[in-house]
């Protein structure tokens, strides 16, 4: 057979282009964390646990910052230095907010409110009306927002 041509080899369609909402599904399972496993009553009862006990001293530990906060505002030092290096009183505050936020920041077992506040307490303290012993709508604002970390409770 000479002089005929070779056959050409079918090729398989190419699979449909994901829909919108396939695409959408897929993203959702992706991003979900064992989307297939509910949690059982007892896994659920460690994670509070967990989170209460992590939880519960980190908002101790803020509330006695706060407290430190309140005794350096409106003093001189405080008022004029802010956290600069010679006010070692307030410096050393400093230190300590940083490495609490550094310490818990990612710890998913502290809700995010609380993980906050060591931020928040920073922007207090730089505020320097605050500082002074003034007010301002963003110190009323952070200071809000340390309280709400100081009140949360796992309901």
Do not use: C, H
Request: net charge neutral; aromatic share 4%.
């Amino acid at each position: 057979a000479a002089g005929t041509a070779p056959r050409p080899v079918p090729r398989p369609e190419p699979p449909a282009a994901p829909t919108l909402e396939q695409r959408g599904e897929a993203a959702t399972a992706a991003i979900a964390l064992e989307p297939q496993k509910p949690e059982s009553a007892q896994e659920r009862e460690q994670s509070r646990a967990a989170m209460i006990a992590k939880t519960t001293p980190v908002q101790e530990e803020i509330k006695a910052l706060v407290s430190e906060l309140q005794g350096m505002r409106g003093t001189r030092d405080f008022s004029e230095l802010g956290f600069s290096p010679k006010n070692k009183p307030a410096a050393d505050w400093k230190a300590r907010v940083e490495a609490l936020r550094t310490r818990i920041e990612t710890d998913s077992d502290i809700p995010v409110i609380v993980r906050s506040a060591p931020g928040y307490l920073l922007a207090l303290g730089q505020d320097k009306t605050w500082r002074g012993g003034g007010m301002t709508d963003n110190a009323k604002w952070n200071a809000q927002m340390v309280q709400d970390a100081l009140d949360w409770k796992l309901e």
